[in-house]
């Protein structure tokens, strides 16, 4: 179960491992009488696996309930069933005892995960169906990723906003205000894994270092849009990114990019954040040549200032200028772009990983090449 902070991981873990202990009918032919409950340290073992609001000691009573041995760290059920608490700082103490079920809280903070979760499989030997939980808020490490990808691995997911109703509305208001669409906020909140290409141009660690809530005063804004080539079904995305500038730095306002748009669609969506923006140029991406381009101009009052900008480089070479930049700290993304984020860190030298059109990327470079880089190509930074 991969879940965010408060959407009621331990909760389930805990519900679970009763269920199997009592012979609940719903979860276990028979009771299994050995059960491993595996923490990053003994210390989470027992605030937070047994004596904790959701852990073993704190959900509701089915009957009697199990006793709790601190110093055996062991709860027996009046049936007899046993677990055992052991910590992942000593994966050789999951050496020689055996077990029908574990549950394993935290993996991915797991001092060692791969020596501990090794040695725990050695011991799931018993009864007809020895199975684990895994409850985690996921890192992007070896063993959780491997454990997402295995076909005998059955995955839930639970985001923290699933769980609203059962916490304090000020902390999901602060979390969400803080860090809603960041990479943190995707990771701890919604419970995704998030991970960067290792020959990307970008990295999800510069792009969080440069975010800010808001942009200063701006001296320029342009809106950037990559028209798909064709309309219908099968046509690419729209990219549609606004950036401004102040000094010798970029700021990154909105993605407004639009999904197999019609010409009269994204044009309109650009026109829109264009006046929403009060900006000074929309810059049109024209290589297609044809009823994209065209429908934008056709829809732009004497007011709008058009600048058609062609491509003569390839996207790589085109977007390395601009990765630079970000580097440098010059670039900085105003709030939250998911996609768009998700994009530029998936952007390596063959393109995206998945074979798609890069066309958030596409006017994210348009942009930011308009505002910072000199009519050559170059970046403007200081000391290279």
Not at 160 to 175: G, I, R, S, Y
Not at 219 to 227: G, L, N, T, Y
Not at 361 to 383: C, F, H, Q
Request: hydrophobic fraction near 45%; aromatic fraction near 6%.
């Amino acid at each position: 179960m991969v879940g965010g902070r408060g959407c009621g991981k331990t909760r389930t873990g805990a519900e679970w491992v009763d269920a199997l202990a009592r012979g609940d009918p719903a979860f276990t032919a028979e009771p299994v009488g050995r059960i491993a409950l595996v923490a990053e340290t003994f210390a989470d073992l027992r605030e937070v696996m047994v004596e904790g609001p959701s852990g073993l000691l704190g959900i509701p009573a089915r009957g009697p309930r199990p006793r709790w041995s601190p110093s055996r760290r062991r709860l027996t059920w009046p049936n007899g069933a046993v677990a055992q608490g052991f910590s992942a700082e000593d994966p050789d103490s999951l050496r020689g005892p055996q077990f029908g079920a574990a549950w394993c809280d935290e993996l991915a903070k797991w001092p060692r995960p791969e020596a501990a979760f090794d040695m725990l499989q050695f011991g799931l030997r018993l009864g007809r169906h020895p199975r684990a939980l895994v409850t985690t808020t996921p890192r992007p490490i070896p063993l959780l990723r491997r454990l997402l990808a295995a076909p005998r691995t059955a995955v839930s997911r639970a985001r923290t906003h699933d769980n609203a109703a059962h916490l304090a509305p000020a902390f999901l208001e602060t979390v969400t205000a803080r860090y809603g669409g960041t990479r943190l906020g995707r990771q701890e909140l919604d419970g995704e894994l998030i991970e960067d290409r290792p020959d990307a141009l970008w990295s999800r660690a510069g792009i969080e270092a440069a975010r800010v809530a808001a942009a200063p005063a701006l001296a320029r804004i342009v809106v950037a849009v990559d028209p798909p080539a064709t309309s219908g079904a099968r046509s690419d995305a729209c990219g549609l990114v606004a950036a401004g500038v102040a000094g010798e730095h970029a700021y990154v306002l909105a993605d407004a990019s639009l999904p197999r748009a019609t010409p009269e669609a994204w044009a309109g969506a650009a026109l829109a954040l264009y006046h929403r923006l009060a900006a000074d140029a929309l810059v049109v991406e024209v290589n297609q040549g044809g009823e994209m381009a065209s429908a934008v101009l056709r829809q732009c009052d004497p007011a709008v200032q058009v600048t058609p900008v062609r491509a003569t480089r390839g996207k790589f070479l085109r977007a390395e200028p601009v990765s630079l930049l970000y580097a440098q700290g010059r670039v900085h993304h105003a709030g939250a772009f998911p996609a768009l984020e998700d994009e530029l860190c998936d952007f390596g030298p063959d393109g995206l990983s998945g074979g798609g059109s890069p066309d958030r990327l596409d006017a994210l470079v348009w942009a930011v090449t308009a505002l910072l880089l000199d009519g050559g190509g170059a970046p403007r930074i200081r000391g290279l």
